[in-house]
């Protein structure tokens, strides 16, 4: 299975700043089947970004994903308050499916 | 808009069998997608359980297959899991998914349930 590590384990920022998340794979990935997802405590994940850069339905274009080899990222050009969450990637690309350990994303 | 709602008991205990279900709204279980289980222990990470097609097509996470059981029930529009022999290591949120066939993302999810293992 693909093992995949986010980093950091938390991100401490301000609102209007910049965020950037990295997920990086252990082992080479055929292709560009990652996604990244946002949780809120309490809530389920919701899909923000499939095949490493696609935004999913309705999500606002301050989110957006890149890939470069095995390193995954998703930046949040400008936080707005409602956007401070856990935020995990996946791969599905192979069975089974697997997810990073998620990044924390609080106000500084 | 689809709509996935776990229930269950809230509590199990220890060496028994973990039984949820998975309602589906604004959404046939026999559309063309694959109905997924996945697990949240407290503060920890998500794990994929498993995936079920409306014929019974069945795919488990090696890690958990031999004590999961998944299946449909079409006249409820509905999908359940079994997990068995549980220990406090089976303690988590666990949510209900939709994903497209192939390789896809789970773009709807239910809002999830906490399942303790205690006695």
């Known amino acids: 299975e693909i093992v995949l590590t986010q980093s950091p384990g938390t991100l401490s920022l301000s609102p209007g700043e910049r965020a950037t998340l990295s997920c990086r794979a252990r082992q080479s990935v055929r292709s560009s089947f990652l996604a990244w997802y946002q949780q809120k405590p309490g809530q389920a994940p919701r899909l923000l970004i499939y095949g490493a850069s696609s935004r999913a339905t309705g999500i606002p274009d301050r989110f957006s994903g890149s890939r470069s080899g095995t390193d995954f990222t998703l930046t949040i050009s400008r936080l707005e308050p409602e956007d401070f969450a856990v935020y995990h990637c996946?791969?599905?690309?192979?069975?089974?499916?697997?997810f990073g350990q998620g990044t924390k994303v609080e106000i500084k | 808009q689809v709509q996935l709602q776990e229930s269950g008991p809230g509590v199990v205990r220890p060496s028994g069998t973990l039984s949820l279900t998975c309602g589906v709204s604004g959404d046939s279980i026999s559309s063309n997608n694959w109905w997924n289980w996945v697990r949240q222990p407290p503060g920890k990470g998500l794990e994929w359980i498993g995936e079920?097609?409306?014929?019974?097509?069945?795919n488990y996470n090696p890690s958990l297959k031999s004590r999961v059981t998944m299946s449909v029930d079409k006249s409820k529009n509905q999908f359940s899991l079994k997990l068995t022999s549980v220990t406090a290591a089976d303690t988590a949120v666990y949510y209900c998914?939709?994903?497209?066939?192939?390789?896809?993302?789970?773009?709807?999810w239910g809002q999830g349930i906490l399942v303790t293992v205690s006695s």
């Open positions: 079920i097609y409306h014929t019974e097509s069945t």
């Open positions: 996946q791969y599905y690309g192979s069975s089974p499916p697997t």
């Open positions: 998914a939709r994903a497209a066939p192939g390789s896809s993302p789970f773009d709807s």
